[in-house]
Structures are given as C-alpha cells and as structure tokens.
C-alpha cells in the first residue's frame, strides 16, 4: 500500500536521484496528519461551541488543579496558544462567561484568570468528545505503537528545543 507521499519521493527519486529526499517522507506525513487531525478537532470542538485556542485556554485552566486560576503569563507557558492569541482569546471567553479575571491580590498591575462554573462544565463536556476523537483518530495503532510514537515525536521536539525547562 502506498500513500500521497510516497508517490512525491518516487517523483523526486526519478526527477532528482541525486538529492536524498528522504526527510520529506516524514516531514510530508506530519504535515498532512496534521492538516486532517485539526480538521477533525475542529469538529469536535465546534460542536461545543469552541475553537481550538478556546478548548486550549479552558482545559488548562481546568486541568490546572482547584482554583482553576492562572495568570495570564502561566496560561500562556502552559497551554499551546502564542502570546499575542491570549488577550483576544480571554476576551472572547470572558464575554461568554466562561472565564473571569481578577486583580492580583499581591501585583497592582496583574490579573488572575479563573475558569467560571459555566466554563467547567463546558470543558468537562467537551473534554471526553475531544478524548474520543483523538482515540478514533490514533485507532490504527496499537498502545505500544502510539507510546513509540509518542517518545519518537518527543525526542524531536526536544532536539528542536520544545521543553519545558
């Protein structure tokens, strides 16, 4: 069985045998599983009401642990949504009364972000949806195939300097 992308790395061997093209085998793979993987998150999500940076900014909150508050800084270092997406994401909840913020108790200029009650059921409803379509999603392999990807996928983010120190 072959794929979209071994059909390129046939053209590009036959077009230009003297490239190694062989990283474009995995690089093209990611690509295009990312592009179908979003695009089924972003059903699940929507049929919540939600778009990814919102799933994002609600399930860190929530899995931050009791009171579900955060910084606008820590959610940031802790959920996968950039900087300049925060602001606008938090106004956006906030106005649908999911999110709440603060004034920092102990910084003048800071602010907490709390997830409402609202926003707790939300996540806590579309959390097992989103769960289930990551499953269905991964189904083609086995748990050890899924952990091996998971540490290969690892071991390039951290060369790539995606942690966590």
Known sequence: MTDHVDRVL????????????????????????????????????GAHGLDHPSFDVLATLRRS???HRLTPAELMRSS???SGAVTQRLDRLEARGLVRRTPSETDGRGV?????????????????????????LLA??????????????RTLLESLGDTTD
């Open 10 to 45: 046939e053209q590009w061997g036959r077009e230009r045998p003297d490239l190694d093209v062989s990283p474009m085998g995995v690089i093209g793979r990611l690509t295009r599983l990312s592009r179908l993987i979003d695009a089924e998150l972003r059903q699940t999500f």
């Open 65 to 67: 642990g009791p009171p």
């Open 80 to 82: 996968m949504i950039t």
């Open 112 to 136: 907490h972000v709390a997830l409402t009650d609202e926003g707790r059921a939300l996540i806590d409803q579309a959390l097992p949806d989103h769960v289930d379509t990551e499953n269905r």
């Open 140 to 153: 083609a392999l086995t748990s050890t195939r899924r952990d091996a990807l998971a540490a290969e996928l």
